[in-house]
């Protein structure tokens, strides 16, 4: 148990269904993450948010819409996904990098495996 | 284009032999560096992490790391592998920007066999 808890861990959804993905961190980090892990592929940053504002957009697909209400929550906003969007979504949590810089190991969630038929 | 290659998709070891999981990455300024483990059925867990100091970094589990600057490299070591090493281990790196994007691998299957 690393902290980070993600429901629901396992959604099928057709490609014109609407669903969240959520993620809650009881570490009380700063910065919350969402990664995209398909298989034999690296995993793909989609959105980091430091303070709830979003730091991060990598070119992810509008169908991809993150919410952060707070520090502590995180969802992901599915609508209209392609087969292709198949994967497994991992939410991470770290602290924001101070002033003295350093590295900000992420702690992770298990996963929520989504399929999109 | 920022990348992180590494080397093996797959590893095969019999318990006792000796790990070494190759991690090369392509950024040109000074990088965090890190590597995580998944242990089968479990969450990505951080194993050890490079910011600054002694290039040898030695992680949980008899793991460690040796930062190479001049060859772009953060090779993980461990002397003598036990079953209960197999896990899907992954590099990463973090450009040290102030931002906070990390770049990983695409990971390493290590299987240990009894």
């Known amino acids: 148990e690393t902290g980070v808890t993600q429901t629901p861990r396992h959604l099928v959804m057709g490609m014109t269904n609407k669903k969240s993905l959520k993620c809650e961190q009881h570490l009380g980090h700063n910065a919350m993450y969402w990664y995209k892990q398909s298989a034999k592929k690296p995993l793909e940053l989609m959105f980091v948010y430091s303070l709830e504002e979003r730091v991060e957009n990598n070119s992810v697909p509008s169908r991809f819409s993150p919410e952060c209400p707070n520090s502590s929550h995180l969802f992901l906003h599915l609508h209209t996904l392609q087969p292709e969007d198949s994967a497994l979504y991992l939410c991470a949590s770290s602290q924001t990098r101070g002033e003295a810089g350093g590295p900000y190991e992420q702690y992770f969630g298990p996963g929520t495996r989504l399929t999109v038929t | 284009a920022q990348s992180v290659s590494q080397h093996n998709h797959h590893v095969i070891l019999s318990e006792a032999a000796s790990l070494e999981l190759g991690c090369n990455y392509s950024?040109?300024?000074?990088?965090?560096l890190f590597w995580y483990v998944q242990y089968p059925g479990q969450h990505l867990q951080l194993l050890l992490k490079y910011f600054s100091g002694d290039p040898l970094v030695k992680g949980i589990k008899g793991f460690e790391a040796e930062f190479i600057k001049s060859k772009f490299s953060f090779n993980l070591r461990k002397p003598s592998v036990q079953w209960s090493d197999t896990a899907e281990y992954f590099c990463?790196?973090?450009?040290?920007?102030?931002?906070?994007?990390?770049?990983f691998g695409a990971g390493t299957r290590l299987f240990v066999k009894a």
């Open positions: 990463a790196v973090s450009p040290n920007t102030g931002g906070f994007k990390t770049i």
């Open positions: 950024y040109g300024g000074t990088v965090n």
